[in-house]
């Protein structure tokens, strides 16, 4: 199992920017794709970013293309998503997920194994 602990979520203005880090403990976390989602309240919880485990693939939701990249360093076990142009539709909850299987990064939630907390992003307008 991987523990995963979300940092950097916050209060920021629209246009504003924000770097959320997933510290994620194991061994084989190298080896893992891991994703970020987003839960906004009354809303289903919706992909965001995911990362092969070497950081060769890159996917992402069609609302953050542009904005959002997400990235890891794997001699630190950190998986960070650099959220750019901010808008008051961004503010969520944002969880990290681990993905076990090597394989190219997956967009659904039931294809990950380990979840975060969460990190609270909040957009004023």
């Known amino acids: 199992q991987v523990q995963l602990v979300e940092s950097g979520g916050g209060l920021v203005q629209a246009g504003g920017s924000l770097r959320l880090s997933c510290a994620a403990s194991?061994?084989?976390?190298?080896?893992?794709?891991m994703g970020w989602f987003r839960q906004a309240p009354g809303k289903e919880r919706e992909f965001v970013a995911a990362?092969?485990?070497?950081?060769?693939?890159?996917v992402y939701a069609d609302f953050v293309k542009g904005r959002f990249t997400i990235s890891r360093d794997n001699a630190k076990n950190t998986v960070y998503l650099q959220m750019n142009s901010l808008k008051p539709e961004d503010t969520a909850v944002y969880y990290c997920?681990?993905?076990?299987?090597?394989?190219?990064?997956?967009?659904?939630?039931?294809?990950?194994?380990?979840w975060g907390q969460g990190t609270q992003v909040t957009v004023s307008s």
């Open positions: 194991g061994r084989t976390y190298s080896r893992y794709a």
């Open positions: 990362i092969r485990w070497n950081g060769g693939n890159t």
């Open positions: 997920a681990a993905d076990r299987r090597e394989r190219a990064p997956a967009t659904e939630a039931s294809e990950y194994d380990d």
